[in-house]
């Protein structure tokens, strides 16, 4: 049973945008953006959107189409290949969303091809992305230093073979 689908963000999701950037796990784990108000979160998806290096899918609840969460596929200039990222509300954590969105995500770019691998950088104490991207199929493959923020980062990695398993096993 499918329970989600994922659509370009647009200026359409600002409050939600507004409430995910300033969760607690998001400005923990990936910082605070100075999101403060609806007018931010516009100008936030305005730079998003308008940048080809970016590319932000939302998650939605397919029967209320209720914004849940976010995929991210980012090319950043310190890294070789495209940097996979993930964040949820925390309410709709634990309940198999993040790893059903990212699934479909990652057999899409296996199908499509266009790069061979994906990475996912993000700080050691962030257990359970690392958990979620172990049960992916993502392999720790060093460190790296955030060049924004200047922390180290962990890296993994996932082959796009186009033989994506999407029952976690």
Same mark, same amino acid.
């Given at each position: 049973?499918?329970?989600?689908h994922?659509?370009?963000?647009?200026?359409h999701?600002?409050?939600f945008i507004?409430?995910l950037?300033?969760?607690p796990g998001?400005?923990?784990?990936?910082?605070?953006?100075?999101?403060?108000?609806?007018?931010?979160?516009q100008?936030?998806i305005?730079?998003?959107?308008?940048?080809?290096i970016?590319?932000y899918? %939302?998650?939605?609840?397919?029967?209320? #189409?209720?914004?849940? *969460?976010?995929i991210t596929? /980012?090319k950043?200039?310190? +890294?070789?290949?495209?940097?996979?990222?993930?964040?949820?509300?925390?309410?709709?954590?634990?309940?198999?969303?993040?790893?059903?969105a990212?699934s479909?995500?990652?057999s899409g770019?296996?199908?499509?091809k266009?790069?061979?691998?994906?990475?996912a950088?993000?700080?050691?104490?962030?257990?359970?992305?690392?958990a979620?991207?172990l049960?992916?199929?993502? %392999?720790?493959?060093?460190?790296?230093? #955030?060049?924004?923020? *200047?922390?180290?980062?962990? /890296?993994y990695a996932?082959? +796009?073979?186009?033989?994506?398993?999407?029952d976690?096993?």
């Amino acid at each position: 049973m499918i329970r989600l689908h994922l659509t370009p963000l647009t200026l359409h999701h600002d409050e939600f945008i507004l409430t995910l950037l300033n969760t607690p796990g998001w400005l923990r784990f990936i910082g605070d953006r100075n999101i403060k108000n609806t007018a931010d979160a516009q100008a936030y998806i305005n730079k998003i959107t308008g940048n080809p290096i970016l590319n932000y899918q %939302v998650v939605m609840l397919k029967d209320t #189409d209720l914004p849940i *969460g976010i995929i991210t596929l /980012i090319k950043r200039d310190y +890294l070789e290949y495209p940097d996979f990222g993930f964040a949820f509300l925390p309410e709709y954590g634990k309940m198999g969303y993040a790893f059903e969105a990212a699934s479909y995500v990652l057999s899409g770019l296996s199908a499509a091809k266009k790069t061979s691998r994906v990475l996912a950088i993000l700080l050691a104490e962030n257990v359970a992305s690392v958990a979620l991207l172990l049960k992916l199929g993502f %392999v720790w493959e060093g460190h790296t230093i #955030d060049k924004d923020g *200047g922390e180290r980062l962990e /890296i993994y990695a996932f082959e +796009l073979t186009g033989e994506f398993m999407v029952d976690g096993s």
